[in-house]
C-alpha cells in the first residue's frame, strides 16, 4: 500500500512527520509513505494574533479537507494544537509515545526565570504560558509572538522587535525544541507543577478517516498505552471545560507511585483577570475529569 501524509510545512512538522514515517516504515516495510506538505491558515497568516484569526482549526482545515476527500491518506499534526473534536469523519489513531510535555525557558543572558531583571521581557504565542509566568512573575512584559521554533529563536537572539520590544527570552515546549534538535539552547525546564502544560502537549495527533479501518489498526499497534490515558484525561477535560483558543485552559495527567491518577488544571477568563487551579488525584478517570471541571467552575463563580 501507498500511503500519502499530510503536514504542515514547518520545521517542526516536517520533523514530526518524518518520525512517523520512519516508524511506520519500520513497522510495515512493505508499505510506501509519503509525505505531502499542506498550507493552512495559520501558516499563510503570520501577522495576527492566534486568537484573533479564529480557532484552534486554523493550523489544520485545510489538512482535514484532503483527508475528507481522500487526497491525503493520514494527517501528523501535534495534539495540543486540535480542536476538542476532530472533523465529522475523521478519527485521531490511538497515542504513541509522548514526548516531553514540559515548557522551557529560553533567555538571552539569564540563567533562570527568577534572574530576570524586573520587568524583563517574555515573548509566547499563548495565553496559558503568558498568565502563568506572570503569576509567577507579576512584574514580566509578556508580549505576543508568532512563527515557528526557528523564527522564536531568531526573534530572541537577533534582538528583534515584538511588540515594540526586545526580547529578554521565550517560553515554548520542550516537545518541539528536542525534536528539532535544539535542545542545547534551553535555559530552564518548567515543571509541570510550576506550569501546567497544554492538554496533550508533547503528544503527536495521527489523524484518518473514521472508516479506514485497516489503516488504523495498522497506527494503533504502534500506539503507547500510557500516553492515551493522559491523553484521554487531559483531552476530556479540554472539552468538559470548554476551552479554546481564545482562552486559558491547561491540564496535564500522569500516575502516581500508587498508581492513582493525578490531574493537574487550570482555566480562567480571556483576559487573565480570573484564573482557577486544581490537582485532583482519583482512580477513575471520569470522575478525576468530573471533579476537576466541578472545582474549577466552583473557583471562577465566587
Request: hydrophobic letters at 40%; proline letters at 3%; one cysteine or more.
Amino acid at each position: 500500500m501507498k500511503y500519502i501524509i499530510g503536514t504542515r510545512g514547518s520545521k517542526l512538522a516536517l520533523v514530526q512527520t518524518e518520525l512517523v514515517i520512519k516508524n511506520l516504515k519500520s513497522a510495515y516495510p512493505q508499505d510506501e509513505f509519503i509525505a505531502k506538505v499542506i498550507k493552512t491558515t495559520g501558516d499563510m497568516d503570520q501577522k495576527r494574533r492566534l486568537d484573533e484569526i479564529g480557532s484552534k482549526g486554523i493550523f489544520v482545515k485545510e489538512i482535514e479537507d484532503e483527508l475528507l476527500d481522500g487526497t491525503i491518506s493520514m494527517a501528523v499534526h501535534s495534539m495540543k494544537d486540535m480542536p476538542d473534536e476532530p472533523a465529522e469523519g475523521l478519527i485521531f489513531a490511538k497515542a504513541w509515545k509522548r514526548e516531553d510535555p514540559r515548557d522551557v525557558l529560553i533567555l538571552k543572558k539569564a540563567e533562570s526565570l527568577d534572574e530576570l531583571p524586573y520587568r524583563a521581557v517574555i515573548g509566547t504565542g499563548s495565553k496559558r504560558r503568558a498568565y502563568q509566568i506572570s503569576a509567577m512573575r507579576p512584574d514580566l512584559k509578556i508580549v505576543s509572538i508568532r512563527g515557528n521554533v526557528d523564527t522564536r529563536i531568531r526573534k530572541l537572539k537577533e534582538g528583534q522587535l515584538c511588540e515594540g520590544e526586545i526580547l529578554d527570552g521565550i517560553v515554548i515546549a520542550a516537545a518541539g525544541i528536542k525534536r528539532i534538535g535544539r535542545a542545547d539552547e534551553i535555559t530552564q525546564y518548567l515543571s509541570c507543577d510550576e506550569m501546567i502544560p497544554a492538554p496533550a502537549q508533547g503528544t503527536l495527533a495521527i489523524e484518518l478517516k473514521a472508516d479506514n479501518l485497516d489503516l488504523l489498526e495498522k497506527l494503533n499497534a504502534l500506539s503507547d498505552e500510557a500516553a492515551q490515558e493522559s491523553v484521554d484525561v487531559e483531552r476530556s477535560f479540554l472539552k468538559q471545560i470548554g476551552g479554546n483558543c481564545h482562552l486559558p485552559v491547561a491540564a496535564y495527567c500522569d500516575k502516581t507511585d500508587k498508581g492513582t491518577f493525578r490531574l493537574r488544571a487550570m482555566f480562567g477568563t480571556e483576559d487573565g483577570s480570573r484564573l482557577a487551579f486544581t490537582d485532583i488525584t482519583d482512580d477513575d478517570t471520569e470522575k478525576i475529569v468530573e471533579r476537576a471541571v466541578e472545582e474549577i467552575r466552583r473557583q471562577l463563580e465566587k
